[in-house]
């Protein structure tokens, strides 16, 4: 691998409205090298990244291509100075060609279908080993072949530095290794590769060096044989490996006698690989795994959030069938959604509408509930989780966001449900209306429901859960409970059992 710097990025700040993003981040890409950038949610990934490629400005600091320093003011910056990115997403048009997608707004563009331009798109194609022609529409190529077509124009317009961000959470294993195989010839071109990913084994099966944030700073730089799995974690997470954990009564073995309230064989959907999943009654387990390691996913499969294909699933012994959430509510299950924005609350109704939302939903919409009904349900629950808003009618997009959590926490509780889920409650709320909710869940299981609780911190899920499941890149890796129940073992168990 050659050593020669192709990128750098030397003490980049970056600040939004009371929140420093980035602070005084170094970041080096060198010629022919696959470059990791590692940090859990909030790290200063993203934004970075966003500076690199011109859609954010920086605040400090300075970048230099080959050398030389360079001003980035947008996109199209970027892109004449080498810098392309493919995201996750695939940002092509599926109703063109392969051809027309590889030059669009170029020299013609795609509205042109000229046989130099399909020649050309050919010769590329086989050049980098994409199994695609020239003149078949793109909508009709896999998701691992519209991503190489991505990198195939980028790489066309004399890419130096490609980003790939989140380039294979669509794929399948056989998808993957032939964009792993593009990656790779990439590299022994000269191309500087940044991969943004979540998924651990991928990093260390493509990359040559690490790169990690944590909290909007730069935790170092790493030679990727110099950084087992385990030690990679600890520094993503802020832990030290021996780092135990004193965080009260959380781990005792507890409920073991009681009855099976849920359990599933065999589940999968459209996101979530088969897993098989039980909880007791009054017990609070929780899925952990970094973030993108299918914890998510998971409980969607759960509450048929997404499109469940297969599978057993038993509510007190009982089959029944969960495909879509109105099943799921009807045999008691609740679910507190990770993005509360776009699937909790709705923002321009009042917090009375949102909290009797998923009781109404129960009813049917032929029996309503009457006003005063709903009245007497929200100043209940806005007494009872202490929510602060001027009043039941305040829309609820007017709330801080730990008072939209405690919201969809009532809409749940006035259900009355047997097994709640709730994923990332706590996440961008304070302190304060943290511990409220952790005293929630555990006051909750000693009445008797059952709690999945998911959270990006793990000292908040040994306090609260007795029983962890872990997860790595879409499947269950372990599982952790009693004595096992601590941070070295999660993240032991995370990395793949590494000492």
Request: some cysteine; proline content about 3%; hydrophobic content about 40%.
């Amino acid at each position: 691998m050659q050593e020669a710097v192709l990128l750098q990025m030397r003490h980049i700040d970056k600040q939004f409205p009371g929140v420093k993003a980035l602070s005084n981040v170094d970041f080096t890409l060198r010629k022919g090298e696959i470059h990791a950038l590692m940090g859990e949610n909030g790290a200063g990934k993203s934004t970075l990244i966003k500076i690199l490629t011109g859609v954010y400005q920086l605040d400090g600091g300075e970048i230099t291509v080959d050398g030389e320093n360079v001003i980035i003011r947008s996109p199209q910056d970027a892109q004449n100075h080498g810098i392309s990115t493919v995201y996750q997403e695939i940002t092509l048009c599926p109703n063109l060609t392969v051809a027309e997608n590889m030059f669009i707004g170029r020299e013609g563009g795609a509205w042109v279908r000229h046989k130099a331009f399909e020649k050309r798109a050919d010769e590329i194609l086989t050049k980098l080993g994409i199994p695609a022609r020239s003149t078949q529409q793109l909508g009709d190529c896999s998701l691992a072949v519209q991503q190489m077509v991505a990198i195939a124009r980028a790489v066309d317009m004399k890419c130096k530095v490609l980003i790939l961000d989140e380039p294979t959470s669509s794929l399948d294993d056989k998808e993957v290794k032939m964009l792993f195989d593009l990656m790779k010839d990439l590299k022994s071109q000269g191309v500087g590769i940044i991969f943004v990913t979540h998924f651990l084994e991928q990093v260390y099966e493509v990359s040559d060096r690490i790169t990690v944030l944590r909290n909007g700073e730069l935790v170092g730089e790493y030679p990727v044989q110099d950084l087992p799995q385990v030690q990679l974690v600890s520094k993503m997470i802020g832990k030290d490996l021996d780092e135990l954990n004193a965080l009260g009564e959380s781990g005792e073995k507890k409920n073991e006698n009681t009855e099976v309230l849920y359990e599933a064989e065999g589940l999968s959907s459209n996101e979530a690989k088969p897993f098989d999943f039980s909880i007791r009654k009054g017990e609070v387990n929780g899925f952990t795994g970094l973030l993108g390691s299918g914890r998510s996913e998971c409980v969607r499969a759960i509450f048929g959030a997404d499109k469940v294909n297969g599978g057993t699933v038993k509510i007190k012994g009982r089959q029944v069938r969960i495909t879509r959430p109105i099943h799921a509510i009807k045999n008691g299950i609740g679910y507190l959604a990770e993005d509360r924005k776009r699937d909790g609350i709705i923002a321009e109704l009042s917090v009375r509408e949102n909290i009797i939302l998923a009781m109404q939903v129960m009813n049917g919409i032929f029996k309503p509930i009457s006003r005063s009904e709903t009245e007497a349900f929200a100043d209940e629950y806005i007494k009872v989780l202490n929510i602060k808003t001027a009043s039941r009618e305040t829309p609820v997009g007017s709330l801080s966001g730990g008072n939209q959590q405690k919201v969809i926490l009532a809409r749940w509780l006035l259900t009355h449900p047997d097994y709640l889920i709730l994923d990332e409650p706590t996440r961008g709320i304070d302190v304060g209306t943290k511990l409220e909710i952790q005293k929630l869940v555990l006051k909750l299981a000693e009445e008797g429901v059952s709690v999945t609780f998911i959270s990006s911190e793990i000292e908040e899920m040994l306090r609260t859960c007795s029983r962890l499941i872990v997860m790595r890149d879409r499947h269950i890796v372990g599982e952790l409970k009693g004595d096992d129940l601590n941070q070295t073992q999660v993240m032991k168990t995370i990395a793949g059992g590494e000492a």
